[in-house]
């Protein structure tokens, strides 16, 4: 079964403030994923990345940056937090174009 | 660009009945792959089952659905809903290195 892991999984920042959220998997996935979980609007792409080194911006980027240094992690960072960014994240990994292995979420609160 | 529809948010059914939900894709693509993924409450979401086959069906815990390009829809069935059933269901549509998802539908079984 493919193991993915995030950190942290509960998180309250203030307006303005840095967050960093960490993903780690050990399938040795190429591909992984940042996702943001929403009501009425379902998982929604921020970034994802094919491979150590590498990024590409998803269907709402703005107000994310994203690191891969490693095959194993890959995370999402918000330079200025703001109160719609809100939400509940997921990493996934997974082959080209396949089956997504979902980490099991980080809830952020921005205050 | 691409994208997919889940035009019930909520599907309430009483336990044994028939469970139908709906999922229609646009793409320019001709080969998309096609996704059920299942989210239980306080879970990750996990895939259901997936296809890539015109007019084939695929099926995975009782659950049943069929890639009609003609139509671009790929409906989740299911013959009798059991109360575990209950959950966030999410058609989504892959043409490379990123899965797209629908807002994804309730399922809701009553006893």
């Known amino acids: 079964e493919a193991a993915v892991t995030q950190s942290p999984r509960n998180k309250v920042a203030v307006t303005g403030g840095k967050v960093t959220l960490s993903c780690n998997q050990t399938n040795n996935h190429n591909n992984m994923y940042w996702y943001r979980q929403d009501t009425g609007h379902g998982l929604r792409l921020i970034h994802y990345?094919?491979?150590?080194?590498?990024?590409e911006k998803g269907d709402i980027p703005d107000g994310y940056k994203a690191s891969r240094p490693s095959q194993e992690n890959f995370s999402l960072i918000l330079e200025l937090a703001t109160p719609s960014q809100t939400s509940v994240y997921f990493c996934a990994s997974g082959p080209r174009g396949n089956t997504l292995y979902f980490g099991e979420g980080s809830r952020l609160i921005v205050v | 660009g691409d994208s997919v529809t889940q035009t019930e948010g909520l599907v309430t059914l009483t336990e044994g009945l028939p469970v139908m939900l709906n999922c229609t894709y646009q793409t320019i693509y001709s080969n998309p792959f096609l996704f059920w993924y299942v989210q239980h409450l306080n879970e990750s979401p996990r895939l259901l089952l997936k296809?890539?086959?015109?007019?084939k069906r695929t099926e995975h815990q009782g659950f049943h659905a069929t890639l009609h390009k003609s139509s671009s829809s790929f409906h989740l069935q299911k013959s009798s809903a059991q109360l575990s059933d209950s959950a966030l269901y999410y058609c989504?549509?892959?043409?490379?290195?990123?899965?797209?998802f629908g807002t994804g539908t309730s399922l809701l079984v009553d006893p």
């Open positions: 296809s890539f086959t015109d007019n």
């Open positions: 989504a549509l892959s043409l490379g290195y990123k899965l797209t």
């Open positions: 990345s094919y491979g150590a080194g590498s990024t």
